[in-house]
């Protein structure tokens, strides 16, 4: 199964710090039966000439550690973009922003948004993306503040071909807090075919990397083949495998 949203890269955000921590977050992704990572930290355009150096040599350092402590991990490199009125353009001069092997065409833009934003201006990105043949994967909608309100809109975008990446954690369900969990399965049911998974993992405490959660969740839920759509199929697809 593959984790599409992971800050396990040390150093370069506010995810893994050091290469301790990096490991620790690989580990748990091993023990919870997670065999692929999309190492996806934080980017924006005005960072960019600083960060992609430093992703790079942190994307080797950790591919270097994982080999040598003999940990069955693939790390695919990929960033959380925030999103603004120039993501594609940025994604088309800078393809190193893209998630998946590079090289690999119709690799996929994941776009972070802001809470308060207006989704409209994802149907406008979405409509520039694919004029350039760019997949958007939008990050964690369901912790956009008019998640709730938004379920036509999201399955108008979905149809449109729009990406949607669930966190694994918010798939957690209690009495007081069922309407998003429930929102992301009906959402998926719509169509799991638009559908990948992340951990969003900052760190082994307190945001830790596994998908547990979701994988209980979807599989007593939708069942099974579209935890295995969601999990492997979808993200193998974008990520070039
Ligand atoms: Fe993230």
Redo the contacts with the bound molecule.
């Keep these: 199964m593959i984790d599409f ?1 992971c ?1 396990i890269l040390p150093g370069v955000d506010d ?1 893994a710090q050091n290469i301790e921590e990096s490991l620790a977050l690989a580990q748990q992704c091993v023990k919870a039966g997670v065999d692929a990572v999309v190492a ?1 930290p ?1 980017g924006h355009g005005s960072v960019l000439d600083t960060l992609l150096p430093k992703r790079q040599a942190a994307f080797r350092q950790l591919g270097e550690a994982l080999q040598r402590e003999n940990i069955p991990l693939k790390l695919y490199p990929g960033m ?1 973009y925030f999103a603004d009125g120039h993501s594609v353009d940025m994604a088309v001069a800078h393809p190193e922003i893209l998630c998946g092997i590079p090289g690999t065409p119709y690799r996929p833009l994941l776009l ?1 948004i802001s809470i308060d934003m207006d989704l409209q201006f994802v149907k406008d990105l979405l409509f520039m993306a694919q004029l350039k043949g760019i997949p958007l994967v939008l ?2 909608p369901e912790r956009y503040k008019n998640f709730r309100k938004s379920f036509p809109l999201l399955c108008e975008l979905m149809d449109k071909g729009l990406v949607l990446q669930f966190n694994s954690e918010d798939f957690r369900k209690s009495f007081f807090h069922r309407a998003i969990p429930n929102m992301m399965l009906a959402l998926m049911d719509h169509d799991p075919t638009r559908v990948v998974i ?1 951990s ?1 993992a ?1 760190d082994a405490e307190e945001r830790p990397a596994g998908l547990q959660i979701a994988q209980e969740s979807i599989s007593k839920t939708l069942g099974k083949a579209v935890w295995e759509q969601v999990s492997q199929q979808n993200p193998a697809e974008l990520i070039g495998l």
């Design positions: 949203h800050h995810g996806t934080h959380e972070e990050a964690h992340g969003d900052h």
